[in-house]
């Protein structure tokens, strides 16, 4: 039988366990901490709850786990950990980003330096298992000092069975994952930054595989933990995709970040078309800056450009054009004459895997002398990185569209193109581009080689020019055309609206007799 509630049971009996629980809850809070934080803001920081509540949508973040504690019961006391180790500094759970479902997980400097404590990693492993199955897109606020050392009431002897980095691992190319640095972030914090898809950071930011302690305690000297992976130097070795001023900035890229994930987004402004006819130099052996010309495709106020200050001889960006979003890869003429290196040619495999996990199709514009050569460039390992880089385009089943803009020669135009110029489901040319197997100067020199040795010295060079500019003839865009070895050659005005149709048809013909676009 029931028991009997009574009046008096019926106001008593739930408002105990209400009180504690609304109070246990404030303590989780930012409000019930004013001194740290007014201390970090001080810093120019803010808080892992701050972060979270200016990135979701207002109302939606469902939290896990927030009334963990630290596992530290035997050396503190008890209340003591529910005060300064609220969630065991780790704040995680499900929301919505512009009203699409997602995830985010934050790390929480403010206790114990954001260390990875052994609840903490239960919640995490939890968390990253739930972003799996319900296929969330993940944001995760990396901040903090690896493995905490101090949790003693589990009976841990190596820790090495923790789950987090391998059930994070596991996502790749099942669910986009951001990773934002900002701060200290070592060690596991690092990894986990790491695996992520893109990682963004603030010019604070140190990222390293171990903070000072480790390094110290490996015998390998005393650092500062500014000295160790400082964001300057992990922009300019690839490691930082997109470096942002501050905090608030990285929320706001994270957002755009995730919006490319929405399909298309209305017809999309861009500039005046015809500007594109004028934007590359008459002289084809001038270098240009390319990245006006990538704004000039897009949408206006449309790109995100990856990995900038990383092999700047190749640009990658994020974009939509006609609102359709997609990935560019870019030659670069202003460094190395736009040269494939070994580190160009990692950048564009790794962007190629990113566009092919995120179901983005992809704009390659072509204006190479082929890959960077000679015995400097193969120390570099450039047979290994070029070799990467053609089986990730030729791998895409994304859509690829190729523009040859100026210059296409040899492997390297083939591997901006998937491997071919008939990999991508359109090849196109700027009316002034040339296309050949290699330099033409230099094809000249190759397959004249006898007959330059037999002239006289005084004559070499002019044999040289003359046949070079024939050779420019029969390399011409129009020329490739005519033995249908590219679609067309199109006039750059064009060119938006020629990417566009194709990629529409693309999609359309993906979406198959149900008519659903596929993301």
């Not at 260390?115 to 799996?132: A, C, N």
Request: hydrophobic share 45%.
């Amino acid at each position: 039988m029931m028991a009997r509630v009574t009046d008096e049971t019926a106001d008593r009996a739930p408002a105990t366990g209400l009180t504690e629980l609304l109070a246990r809850r404030f303590l989780t809070t930012d409000e019930a901490r004013p001194e740290k934080v007014a201390r970090w803001h001080a810093r120019g920081r803010r808080t892992a709850r701050e972060n979270i509540a200016d990135l979701v949508d207002p109302g939606s973040f469902v939290e896990y786990g927030r009334f963990i504690t630290a596992a530290q019961e035997q050396r503190r006391p008890l209340a003591d950990l529910v005060v300064e180790a609220p969630a065991d500094g780790i704040v995680g759970g499900t929301a919505t980003i512009g009203g699409r479902p997602c995830a985010v997980l934050s790390y929480d400097y403010l206790v114990m330096a954001g260390t990875q404590g052994m609840r903490g990693h239960r919640k995490s492993d939890r968390l990253i298992e739930l972003v799996g199955r319900m296929g969330l897109p993940t944001v995760f606020f990396t901040e903090g000092g690896g493995g905490r050392p101090g949790d003693t009431d589990l009976p841990i002897v190596s820790a090495l069975d923790v789950g987090s980095f391998a059930l994070w691992g596991e996502l790749e190319g099942v669910v986009p994952r951001v990773a934002v640095v900002s701060g200290r972030c070592f060690a596991g914090n690092a990894v986990l930054a790491g695996c992520a898809d893109l990682r963004i950071a603030t010019p604070d930011a140190n990222l390293g595989m171990a903070g000072p302690a480790m390094i110290a305690g490996g015998g390998l000297g005393q650092f500062a933990a500014d000295e160790i992976g400082p964001a300057e130097e992990q922009a300019a070795n690839g490691v930082i995709d997109i470096l942002v001023e501050d905090e608030e900035e990285a929320v706001a890229v994270v957002r755009r970040l995730l919006a490319y994930l929405e399909g298309p987004a209305g017809s999309g402004e861009a500039e005046d078309p015809t500007a594109l006819r004028t934007m590359l130099p008459a002289n084809d052996r001038e270098a240009f800056d390319v990245r006006p010309v990538v704004e000039a495709l897009a949408d206006a106020g449309s790109v995100t450009w990856l990995r900038a200050a990383w092999a700047p001889e190749l640009v990658t960006a994020f974009a939509r054009i006609e609102g359709i979003a997609l990935g560019v890869v870019a030659n670069q003429s202003a460094h190395l004459a736009g040269a494939l290196t070994a580190d160009a040619s990692a950048k564009a495999a790794d962007f190629l895997e990113l566009c092919e996990r995120w179901g983005l199709p992809v704009v390659s514009l072509v204006d190479t002398p082929g890959f960077m050569v000679g015995p400097e460039a193969e120390r570099t390992g450039l047979v290994r990185h070029a070799s990467r880089m053609v089986n990730a385009g030729a791998r895409l089943r994304v859509p690829l569209v190729g523009v040859v803009l100026r210059r296409g020669y040899g492997l390297g135009a083939q591997a901006m193109l998937g491997g071919s110029t008939h990999r991508p489901l359109l090849t196109v040319a700027w009316p002034d581009a040339h296309l050949g197997p290699m330099g033409l100067e230099g094809a000249v020199r190759l397959a004249m080689a006898r007959e330059l040795a037999e002239l006289p010295e005084d004559e070499r060079e002019a044999t040289v020019a003359r046949h070079t500019a024939e050779l420019r003839t029969h390399a011409s865009a129009l020329n490739a055309a005519r033995v249908f070895e590219i679609d067309d050659v199109i006039d750059p005005a064009e060119t938006r609206a020629v990417v566009a149709a194709t990629l529409r048809a693309a999609t359309l013909r993906a979406a198959g007799a149900s008519g659903v676009v596929p993301r």
